[in-house]
C-alpha cells in the first residue's frame, strides 16, 4: 500500500514538472491583427490579436484533480509596450496602441506569461496625417426590394430567335439581359469574414449568387443581421453574380452571422464571426 501511495505521488509531481517547462509545448502563432490600419499617434486606438496557444496542463492523480495553466499575456508593437485591456487565454488579446510610432508598418509581438512568444511581422500598419480614414465609406441605402431588383427589365424571351425561312432555331438559354424570373437564382454564399470585426465598424462582404443563371444576375440584397441591425440594410446592384459591399453592424459583443435575400426571397448566410463593442 505504502508503494501505491508513493507511485501516486510520483506521478503528480512529474504532470506538474511537465506543466511548467514551457520548452516542452509549441510556440504560440498570431492568426490576425484587427484593424490591420490606423492612423499615427491616434488616441486610445485598439487592436484585436487573435491567436493560437496551447497550455500545460498540471495532473495530480492522487486528488484526481487537472489543472489547465492557461496564464495572461502582454503585447507590443515593435519595441513599445501595449496596454492590454482584455486578454483571453484562448485567443484574444485587445491592447491600446502606444503613442510614438512612426507611420509605416509595424510588427506585433505576443507574449504569454510562460515567455513563450509570437511575432507577426508588418502586422500593422500607421497611417501619416492626412490619410486617417480607416474603413470605406458605407454604401447608400438603396431602400427595400422591389421586382426590378431581380435584374434588368428590358428585353423578351419566347425560347428562341426567329431565322429566315421561318422556322425556330433554339438558342443556349437566355442571355443577361432576359429578365429574371422564380428559380433562376437558388441561392447565395458569402466569402467567408475572417477575424474579429468591431460594432459601428464599417467591412467589406463579397456574396456570390448561385443558381442555373447566378452569372446574369444583376439585382439588388436585403441584408440582415442575427442581432442588432446592418446598414446599409440592401446592397446592389450586383455584377456578373458578384455582389460587394461595405457594412457596419450595430449591436452588443458576442457571435454574429449576416444574411441575404433577395426579390424572389432566394437567400443565403455567412459564417459565424465576432463582434467586439466600438469604443469611443
Not at 483571453?88 to 502606444?98: H, L
Not at 506569461?113 to 486617417?132: F, K, S
Not at 457596419?248 to 459583443?253: F, K, N, R, V
Not at 452571422?257 to 469611443?280: I, Q, V
Request: aromatic letters at 6%.
Amino acid at each position: 500500500m505504502m508503494r501505491a501511495g508513493l507511485g501516486a505521488v510520483g506521478l503528480a509531481v512529474l504532470a506538474w514538472a511537465c506543466a511548467g517547462d514551457p520548452s516542452a509545448l509549441p510556440a504560440p502563432s498570431i492568426v490576425s491583427v484587427e484593424p490591420a490600419t490606423l492612423p499615427v499617434n491616434a488616441k486610445d486606438q485598439d487592436v484585436t490579436v487573435r491567436f493560437d496557444a496551447r497550455y500545460g496542463v498540471a495532473v495530480d492523480y492522487g486528488a484526481r484533480t487537472v489543472d489547465a495553466r492557461m496564464g495572461s499575456g502582454r503585447v507590443w508593437v515593435d519595441d513599445k509596450e501595449a496596454t492590454v485591456t482584455r486578454f483571453d487565454p484562448e485567443g484574444v488579446a485587445i491592447a491600446t496602441v502606444p503613442r510614438g510610432l512612426g507611420a509605416g508598418a509595424h510588427a506585433i509581438r505576443l507574449r504569454l506569461d510562460d515567455g513563450r512568444e509570437a511575432v507577426a511581422e508588418r502586422a500593422l500598419t500607421l497611417r501619416p496625417p492626412g490619410q486617417e480614414i480607416i474603413d470605406p465609406p458605407l454604401l447608400e441605402d438603396g431602400g427595400v426590394l422591389i421586382e426590378t431588383d431581380a435584374g434588368p427589365i428590358h428585353g423578351g424571351f419566347d425560347g428562341g430567335v426567329d431565322t429566315e425561312d421561318g422556322g425556330v432555331q433554339v438558342d443556349g438559354g437566355p442571355g443577361p439581359d432576359v429578365p429574371m424570373r422564380e428559380g433562376d437564382i437558388t441561392g447565395f454564399s458569402f466569402d467567408d469574414i475572417e477575424g474579429t470585426r468591431v460594432s459601428r465598424t464599417s467591412f467589406a462582404i463579397t456574396v456570390h449568387a448561385q443558381g442555373p443563371r447566378a452569372g446574369d444576375f444583376q439585382g439588388s440584397l436585403e441584408l440582415y443581421a442575427s442581432r442588432g441591425n446592418v446598414t446599409p440594410a440592401k446592397i446592389g446592384p450586383c455584377i456578373g453574380g458578384l455582389c460587394l459591399g461595405f457594412v457596419a453592424l450595430d449591436a452588443p459583443a458576442g457571435n454574429v452571422r449576416l444574411s441575404a435575400r433577395d426579390s424572389f426571397g432566394a437567400t443565403g448566410e455567412s459564417n459565424t464571426f465576432r463582434l467586439e463593442p466600438y469604443k469611443e
